[in-house]
């Protein structure tokens, strides 16, 4: 893997970018304050704005490593955050990474998380040069699922109460995509 960090990606839609503190608001209103947004996150809802500034501060001092991948995901006719995209785990000793997102519930349904995924996908096995990436969900949250396949991740199986979230204890449904069967797809 060729660690790059956080750079900018851009798709039809949206631009994805480091977050800068004043994404706060943004994120505050747009999903951090939204229970239905968190329902099956792994993270409780922000209680106030203070809280959503806090979180960004700490992810803006890990945008200096090299090995750090936090994006914002702006749609590009508002320009503003809508959600957020990262690589919540990075095991560089199997060249893999894991991915967790969340968006807006104005923003759902509508394509945008499957193509900031895409994107970010893209990135990793063309520019990081990952062998594996990996994401997983709650069964009751079967948007999610959709969403990693189409991105093009393969459902690898279920962890039975292996998570847990704001729901509590949890399964978890697992995905991934390697980059041999990556590249087979752009042939």
């Known amino acids: 893997m060729t660690q790059k960090g956080t750079v900018r990606l851009e798709t039809e839609r949206l631009v994805l970018r480091r977050f800068v ?48 991948y936090s994006w914002a995901i702006i749609e590009k006719q508002i320009d ?27 923003w759902w349904n509508q394509g945008y998380m499957s193509e900031a995924l895409k994107a970010v996908v893209r990135f990793f096995f063309e520019e990081v040069g990952v062998n594996r990436v990996e994401s997983r969900h709650d069964p009751r949250n079967i948007y999610s699922g959709r969403v990693m396949m189409s991105a093009g991740l393969q459902y690898e199986g279920t962890k039975k109460q292996g998570d847990r979230n704001n729901q509590g204890i949890c399964d978890s449904m697992w995905y991934a995509l390697v980059a041999e069967d990556y590249y087979k797809t752009l042939d």
Not at 43 to 61: F, N
Not at 91 to 103: E, F, Q, S, T
């Open 80 to 106: 503003a955050p809508i959600g957020s995209i990262a690589a919540v785990g990075v095991d560089a000793n199997i060249d893999m990474v894991h991915i967790g997102y969340c968006l807006g519930r104005c």
């Open 21 to 68: 503190l004043s994404d706060a608001e943004a994120m505050y209103s747009n999903w951090a304050n939204d229970k239905e947004v968190t329902k099956y996150l792994t993270w409780p809802v922000h209680k106030d704005m203070y809280e959503t500034e806090g979180i960004l501060k700490s992810w803006i001092e890990q945008h200096e490593k090299d090995d750090y």
